[in-house]
């Protein structure tokens, strides 16, 4: 079935209500609302336990770095499953091509090896240092 | 091998100056000149005077392209390498008396300078043409811009950018016709050219004859593309003054003769008279601005600018007389400016003043000085007898065939040339001694060395000018006839 | 193509050389790695091949263009000193490992069948870019120019994607030659509107890898804020690869449908160079005026890019050698001036300024400055001069008469501001201090001048293998 773009006009028209209505609401609000500025209601609670300083506060670099090496890895370790899904039918079907895929899972094994080996000796899975 | 080694020489003698230090650099700088200029006179002899190119040489430089390093000298060719040749010792020895920091650069530069000049007045091929157009243009701008006075930053600059700007429209024309030549790979090989530009419509002809009009009137400089000139010439040192006056703005005028005429001719009949018509502006303009100059060095340059406007209104009258004239004078101008330019330098040397007002009364204690001073002037002033006389003789006969008109308006530059001229020596060199005058040095040996021959040759070519005559006639004449076929 | 692999190796290679306790080793091992690259590279030479089911293609053209992006990269290795031997915030191994990465992707470029490789390889020569972008962590300049940079190229990228994903839809093939196939079959006016978009896309992405307006506004920015060593990698190396990718895109794949996007790419040609050019003039830093340098000449390539002629290759290429000697041993220039200011506690700007009084202390310095200034000008008796030549002459051969002569006078342009840095070399009153220069760098210095005036007066030596 061919779609003409005139077909896509529903999409249009909701995407336009759903935009205006968050803009009307928001100027509505905006305006109609009253606005009383005290010093109580600027606070981020106005109950509970008085806060302490900023919310973005610094945290140490050594996060960041444990958590992308951990999303790395985890991405990396991933592409085996689907390897070892087919691997099963290349040992079934042909043996030579099992051989060059087995070859070829160990390179990358040793890639990501080489990797892990840098990411020790370079001291960034000691904690305190 | 001839023009080869004519090239090749001043660069090699250029990098020995270079290398070297002090004292050494102007000996080696001087002899290389010498021996160049017996190179010089080598090829002059040996030339037989017929409209063929002789010492022709040629090698594959870009091969996939077609263009070739090709050079060789004909009669047009030789009367600029002559030129060259000659005027470039002269110009060495006359830096001995002044103290230029770094001096082996300078005599370097100028050697780099005399190598491409050589380039261009022996290229053989419209590419090979145009890299020694723009080569020369590199040693001159360092010599002015290092060596030069106050402004030299700003002037210089603006000078190599018009220049430039010019020659670029030439690159463009160059391309044009290049890309025009039969055969897959194309040639650039100047006849070549000539043949596909002569096959152009009028139309076409006509953009091609603008492009390369601009970029040669703006070297020469013709009206109203001169600005740069006037403070370049003051701003340069004197060895760039000459250089630029006496030799570079020849390449101007030879582009006309080389390139433009014959590759656009029916471009030229179509706007040729609108070139004169500017040329001739540029003639009694440049005549009276001259006039009233105060400063000498600036009074030179203008009197150069009117120069070059007889040259290039002979040029474009396309008769044999305007174009033997065109050459007679190229090679008698660039003597008798660099001799004035080398006066002007002497003066400024011993008074520290270039000024009209301030000077005079310099001949009571130099009677060698205003002897030379008086023969050159005269050469200037194109009186007969002098090398001055028979260019601008011929000049205004050819333009006066082509129209009489015209010829008579140009004819004026004779009567504002003796003017500005006179006034020029009557104003500095007469009357009465002013305060910076007082104890004037008449000349040293080597400023004799150098005045002495230019003097003679002031004498000499106006008394035998057959010596070049008969060499450029074979030549102009066979260009005659490709233009007017 | 065994380059490819052997550089991604001697990446790797280097990050455990940084392990051992010798920073000095780094430079000649670095120099080492890429003189075998380049040795392997040349072993391709006259053999046309495919690589990893069709995904690469290797033939003269390939092996001419990886071998222009390898000298380059010596070139910058060798003036890289070592990043300062004996600084504690710098990771030498790392950056030339990353350097070698990026390396791994513009041969990628250069070489790809596949619009998947080209995807591919131009995301490992951008982020390594990215990173090495931001490698002087402790300078504002560089960390906002490294965040920028990631931003706008990853929308670059994103743009390329889709303009990818959008032929794939209209083609069914990612292969450039299936693509140029159908393309042409398609030019008869059977083409659905999705290719054309995706072609545009495309070449907006890789237009904005080569910095061309009005794609550029990150260049000036960035080119200043990136430690001047990887400003010469960005702007030499990245630059060949972009055009290498456009001119095979466009000079096979799009062929077809040549006349939807002539028309735009002649008027971003003019676009690219006016704005290049003119914006130079205004500079007072020498680091931002090599940036606006550099779109102008984005300006003149896609100029012969776009001629499209029998000569086209050879011209970028050449272009390219000589726009990426000249700029590198500008670069080197710089960064010793400055960093010996540095040294002696003065402030420095890299202003045109900080070259005043080069000339009478460091004549060598001063001479590779002009030669390197001169040739990036286009003036005679340098590369730059016969790279402007020939791309002009294709332009004419194509007939493109008016951005040829808005390049024409743009060049004239060009010759004012680079003057200036040899105006303040020889001719302005300044104090630098004479310098002494490592042999290596020295000896890169030589070369690169050297190569620039022999290239000068001997195009053909070049050229003819081109």
């Known amino acids: 079935m061919q779609y003409q773009p005139s077909d896509y006009l529903p999409i249009i028209v909701q995407l336009i209500a759903a935009i205006g209505f968050i803009v009307a ?13 005290t010093k109580l209601k600027n606070e981020v609670f106005e109950c509970g336990i008085e806060s302490v300083g900023d919310a973005r506060t610094p945290i140490s670099v050594k996060y960041f770095l444990v958590a992308i090496l951990f999303v790395l890895f985890d991405v990396e370790v991933i592409f085996m499953y689907p390897w070892a899904v087919n691997f099963i039918h290349w040992v079934n079907t042909s043996a030579a091509v099992a051989k060059e895929m087995f070859l070829e899972m160990l390179v990358f094994m040793a890639l990501l090896l080489t990797g892990f080996v840098y990411v020790i000796k370079k001291g960034i899975l000691h904690w305190e240092k | 091998m001839l023009t080869l080694t004519l090239i090749l020489f001043p660069i090699i003698a250029g990098l020995l100056t270079l290398a070297s230090k002090g004292e050494n650099a102007k000996t080696i700088a001087s002899a290389a000149a010498f021996i160049e200029l017996a190179l010089g006179a080598y090829t002059y002899f040996s030339f037989v005077p017929d409209a063929s190119t002789q010492f022709g040489l040629s090698y594959d430089w870009i091969h996939a392209a077609g263009v070739k390093f090709s050079i060789g000298i004909d009669g047009i060719s030789l009367i600029l390498v002559c030129l060259t040749t000659l005027m470039v010792p002269f110009i060495i020895v006359s830096t001995f008396n002044s103290n230029y920091t770094n001096a082996n650069n300078l005599y370097a530069l100028i050697l780099f300078m005399q190598a491409a000049l050589v380039g261009v007045f022996t290229a053989k091929d419209g590419f090979l043409f145009y ?56 040639t650039s090989d100047i006849t ?170 310099i001949t009571q204690t130099t009677p060698n000085l205003t002897v030379y001073f008086i023969i050159i002037m005269l ?72 005045l002495f021959p230019i003097a003679f040759l002031v004498i000499a070519l106006g008394i035998a000018p057959n010596a070049f005559l008969h060499i450029t006639e074979p030549a102009v004449s066979q260009l005659l006839t490709i233009i007017t076929k | ?186 030019a008869g006016g059977s083409a659905p509107a999705l290719l054309y978009i ?48 456009l001119f095979r895109l466009l000079g096979g794949a799009f062929t077809g449908v ?67 000697v000249a700029t590198i041993s500008a670069f080197a220039v710089l960064m010793v001036v400055a960093e010996t200011k540095e040294s002696n506690a003065e402030k420095t700007n890299e202003n045109f300024d ?28 340098t590369a730059g001069f016969w790279g402007k030549f020939f791309i002009f002459s294709d332009a004419f051969q194509r007939g493109i008469v008016v951005p040829l002569v808005v390049a024409v006078l743009m060049s004239a342009v060009g010759i004012y501001y680079y003057f200036k840095a040899i105006i303040s070399a020889y001719f302005k009153e300044g104090d630098v201090p004479a310098i002494e220069l490592k042999p290596i760098y020295k000896i890169t210095l030589i070369v690169t001048t050297l190569l620039t005036i022999v290239l000068g007066i001997a195009p053909d030596l070049v050229k003819s293998i081109f």
Do not use: C
């Open chain 2, 131 to 186: 890299f020694f157009f723009e080569a020369a243009l590199i040693p001159v701008y360092f010599i002015a811009a290092i060596w030069g006075g106050e402004n030299k930053i700003k002037v210089t600059l603006k000078f190599f950018i018009f220049t430039m700007f010019g020659s670029l429209f030439m690159l463009l024309a160059l391309v044009y016709l290049y890309m025009k030549t039969p055969g897959e790979i194309h």
């Open chain 3, 1 to 186: 193509m065994n380059s490819i692999i052997a550089l991604s190796l001697f990446g790797i290679a280097n990050l455990f050389l940084g392990f051992l306790n010798n920073r000095k080793i780094l430079l000649p091992a670095t120099l080492a790695f890429v003189l075998v690259a380049l040795g392997l590279n040349l072993a391709d030479w006259n053999q046309e091949y495919l690589w990893f089911n069709n995904m690469l293609r290797t033939n003269n053209l390939s092996v001419n263009f990886a071998s222009v992006i390898l000298v380059a990269t010596f070139l910058v290795v060798a003036v890289s000193r070592g990043f300062g031997d004996d600084e504690e915030h710098t990771h030498p191994a790392e950056y030339y490992a990353i350097m070698l990465f990026s390396v791994v992707g513009a041969i990628m470029m250069v070489t790809f069948e596949n619009l998947i490789m080209l995807f591919v390889g131009l995301e490992i020569l951008s982020v390594s870019m990215y990173i090495l972008t931001g490698t002087d962590k402790r300078n504002l300049r560089s960390n906002e120019a490294a965040l920028k940079y990631f931003l706008m190229g990853a929308f670059a990228t994103g743009i390329l994607l889709f303009g990818i994903a959008l032929i794939y839809g209209a083609t069914g093939s990612f292969n450039i030659h299936g693509i140029e196939a159908l393309v042409l079959t398609a």
């Open chain 2, 192 to 361: 070549a050219l000539y043949e596909v530009g002569q096959n152009l419509n009028p139309s076409q002809q006509g953009y091609i004859f603008w492009a390369f009009f601009i970029a040669f009137a703006i070297k020469m400089p013709l009206f109203p593309f001169h600005t740069w000139q006037p403070d370049t010439y003051v701003e340069a040192p004197a060895p760039a003054t000459m250089l630029l006056s006496g030799i570079m703005l020849k390449m101007g005028t030879y582009g006309l003769i080389r390139i433009l005429l014959p590759i656009v001719p029916a471009g030229v009949q179509a706007w040729g008279l609108t070139a004169i018509i500017l040329s001739v502006i540029g003639i009694v303009y440049g005549s009276i601005i001259a006039i009233q100059q105060k400063d000498m060095k600036r009074l030179i340059a203008y009197s150069s600018f009117a120069h070059v406007g007889l040259m290039s209104a002979g040029i474009f009258s396309r008769t044999l007389d305007g174009l033997q004239g065109s050459l007679i004078q190229m090679l008698a101008h660039g003597i008798n400016v660099i001799g004035l330019f080398f006066i002007v330098e002497i003066i400024q040397q011993r008074t520290k003043s270039r000024e009209l007002a301030r000077l005079g009364g």
């Open chain 3, 258 to 324: 040549y006349g939807t996007w002539i028309y735009i790419l002649y008027f971003l040609t003019m676009l690219t160079l006016i704005i290049g050019n003119i914006t130079a003039v205004y500079q007072q830093s020498f680091k931002r005026m090599l940036a606006y340098s550099s779109i102008s000449h984005a300006g003149y390539l896609m100029l012969t890019a776009t001629a499209k002629v029998a000569h086209t290759q050879s011209s970028i290429l050449f272009y390219s050698l000589a726009y990426s």
């Open chain 3, 198 to 245: 995706g072609i545009v896309m495309v070449i907006i992405g890789l237009l904005f890898k080569v910095s061309a307006a009005p794609f550029h506004f990150w260049t000036p920015d960035v080119y200043e804020g990136a430690p001047a060593i990887f400003t010469a990698f960005m702007s030499t190396v990245v630059k060949t690869a972009g055009f290498a990718a």
């Open chain 3, 354 to 381: 900080i070259f005043n009084g080069l000339a009478k202390n460091n004549p060598l310095l001063a001479f590779v400055l002009t030669v390197s200034m001169l040739s990036l000008a286009g003036i005679p008796l």
């Open chain 1, 25 to 37: 609401t928001m100027i509505a609000t905006h305006s109609l609302g009253p606005k009383r500025n």
């Open chain 2, 379 to 450: 050469g200037s002033v194109a009186l007969p007898l002098t090398n001055g006389f028979v260019g601008e003789f011929l000049l205004l006969k050819g333009v006066y065939e082509y129209n009489v008109w015209i010829g008579a308006v140009a004819g004026i530059t004779i009567i504002l040339g003796a003017v500005y001229m006179l006034r020029l020596v009557q104003k500095s060199m007469f009357g009465i001694t002013s305060r910076i005058t007082e104890g004037f040095q008449d000349l040293t040996f080597s400023e004799k060395a150098v």
